[in-house]
């Protein structure tokens, strides 16, 4: 890994900001910062509560991103960014997982922003596929995070998979979106289609300096089972 003149981009979440470093000699995906992991993080840091003060006014999503008790994972986490601000809106109980060769890049992130953070966050190495590493992770969740997780066809079926084993009966599923495959897109939408409910936020509701045309924050649930 080599980090040495890599581009950096500096993310405000709340009074914090978070300092990113991507990767430019690596040829991994998961190494750079993608547009939908700031659209997401930007759209939490609007909306999600941090005071517990009965009188504070609440919105429209003060109920679904509150964080009291409540665990997360990240699923794709790349170079760390919604994970990160996450535990900067109070979700502290998170676990941050890719597959292996991303790690040094998580970790290398995760290292700069201790500071700002005041620890190291959890990390996983977790591959969609492999139910015993997901097993290992001790779900369900609360919440799954992901981030520009849709871009090979062939991992489709196991990303979903891994969403429906990991997140809670009445938890969610936090995504955000852009289209990168439109055989990947087209599959995803159908499998998720089936397992879950599905909302897209209203582009009005995302960070006005974060609102791309081409990205989307989606909220996940999973459909009732029939018995």
């Not at 509150?66 to 790349?78: K, M, P, V, W």
Request: overall charge negative.
């Amino acid at each position: 890994m080599k980090f040495t003149g890599s581009p950096g981009i500096d993310l405000k979440i709340k009074d914090k900001t978070l300092s990113l470093q991507e990767d430019n000699s690596s040829f991994h995906v998961g190494t750079s910062v993608w547009s939908g992991s700031l659209v997401l993080s930007k759209f939490l840091d609007r909306w999600t509560p941090l005071s517990t003060n009965p009188t504070t006014t609440p919105n429209r999503y003060s109920t679904l991103l509150d964080f009291h008790n409540r665990r997360a994972i990240e699923l794709g986490t790349g170079c760390g960014v919604t994970g990160m601000a996450l535990y900067l809106l109070g979700l502290t109980d998170i676990v941050l997982t890719d597959i292996h060769p991303v790690m040094p890049a998580l970790k290398h992130n995760l290292k700069r922003n201790k500071q700002v953070l005041g620890k190291m966050l959890k990390t996983a190495i977790l591959y969609w596929s492999n139910e015993d590493q997901i097993n290992g992770v001790n779900p369900p969740f609360d919440y799954v995070i992901a981030a520009d997780v849709v871009y090979i066809e062939e991992s489709v079926g196991a990303l979903v998979k891994a969403m429906e084993m990991l997140v809670k009966d009445d938890g969610v599923v936090l995504l955000g979106y852009q289209l990168r495959s439109p055989e990947a897109d087209k599959l995803f939408w159908e499998i998720c289609g089936e397992a879950f409910v599905i909302e897209k936020v209203p582009k009005e509701d995302l960070h006005t300096e974060y609102c791309y045309e081409e990205t989307d924050v989606f909220i996940f649930r999973k459909k009732k089972k029939n018995l």
